[in-house]
């Protein structure tokens, strides 16, 4: 049975299949042909897959997203951030990489962070001088971080597949993706340094004071997501519903860069993405029911059990397979698919089952950019026309960046676990 729960979806997927039509096949087969049971199963175990009270913070968070990127609230903060670091060399990038992380505390969907990052700073960055190889793979690379900066699309998924706590998880990514974001920096400053780019602006207390009270209200979003979450006055799911509501008012009444006619398109088109996802939640929940009555987790924990090996050599095992799921599958349904098989193996380690997810979850985020697969690749590409023989070597050194990052989130806890042991 073990080859066939392997074997088939990767067949499926290589002939071009979407990848719930091969998790549905392949557990179609499997239950037809190595268990009696009735088919109304297949039916319970998918709906129960999406009968969860969290998953209601995806659609509010990819509704927030669209919003924030149609209605004015991104070119407001985007001001906000480029009247900070007007002064630094490499502005414009250090502008689009502080949006990104800023835009990440709002929505928590990496694809929709690179149409709204994008849209905004990748023709600012080109028309500056900078190459169409580090424009595109810097707004395909930093988009990432909206995948950890809380609150997290990615860190619900998992929270909800492990058990583990959401909020609590939501807090412990905020340091692995300044983290991150430092090592991009850090890059930036280097890459604008080599090459000479003088598009530097001189810092402005008048514009900096201006670009602050234009975007107050853009602002007031990201107060409402965090600080209704962390001082525990709302779930995560709340925070995003109320912040859905403050977006269209301040998109429709304060900002007028909308209308009551485009925020029913916006709305359509959020619940097409959601649809999208919750289908991949479905199967791969189904998939993953399989994968635990089969004996799957329990085999796997034996495994790395027996190897006898160090923590942190089991650790470079998980990060390395998990390197590799991630450049060819989506975030939702590799947590999904290997998460009743990965969270015992952290259990095993003894590993805080919250650094634990924040390591699956940035592993799984760094493949959204990790060709030929990764989602803000497909994206990037659609929206800006980059050829992927100048975006992939482009993409190279932030993925090395972006790997070196996570060795140290991963070898120092207290990166993940300092925010969350304060606050809880």
Known sequence: MAWVMTIVPLVLLALGFPFFLCLLATALIVLKSFYDVPMVAIHQVM???????????????????????????????????????????????????????????????????????????????????YSERFAGALITAESAIDNLIPPSLGFVIYGVASGTSIPALSAAGILPGLVL?????????????????????????????????DGLWALGAIIIVLGGIYTGIATPTEAAGVACVYAMIVTVFVYRET?????????????????????????????????????????STEFIANLHAPTWVVLVIVNIFLLFVGAVLDIASAMLVFT??????????????????????????????????????????????????????????????????????????GLSLWIPHAIY
């Not at 670091?85 to 949006?99: A, D, F, Q, Y």
């Not at 590409?381 to 140290?408: D, H, R």
Request: proline share 6%.
């Open 259 to 299: 209308t009551l006619a485009g925020v029913f398109e916006l709305a359509t088109r959020s619940m097409y993405l959601t649809s999208m996802v919750f289908l991949i939640v479905a199967t791969a929940g189904l998939y993953s029911w399989l994968l635990t009555i089969s004996g799957a987790p329990q085999a």
């Open 181 to 213: 974001a430092v090592f991009f920096g850090g890059y930036i400053y280097y890459y604008a340094r080599r090459t000479g780019t003088r598009e530097r602006q001189p810092f402005s207390v008048t514009e900096l004071v201006g670009a602050s009270r």
């Open 340 to 413: 009743p098989l990965l969270a015992p193996i952290g259990q095993t380690l003894g590993l805080d089952p919250v650094h634990f997810g924040v390591i699956v979850v940035m592993n799984l985020t760094i493949g959204t950019f990790v060709p030929p697969h990764g989602l803000n690749i497909f994206v990037c590409q659609a929206m800006f026309k980059v050829p992927s023989s100048e975006l992939y070597p482009g993409l190279v050194p932030f993925i090395a960046l972006a790997i070196a990052a996570l060795m140290v989130v991963t070898y120092i806890p």
């Open 47 to 129: 709906f129960g897959s999406i009968d969860q009270y969290a998953l209601l913070a995806v659609p509010f968070f990819i509704f927030a997203g669209e919003l924030m990127s149609r209605g004015g609230i991104s070119s407001r903060i985007l001001r906000f951030v480029a009247s900070i670091v007007g002064g630094m060399r490499g502005s414009l990038p250090m502008t689009s990489l502080g949006l990104a992380a800023i835009f990440g505390a709002i929505s928590g969907a990496t694809t929709a962070a690179v149409a709204a990052v994008g849209s905004l700073t990748y023709p600012r960055m080109r028309e500056a001088g």
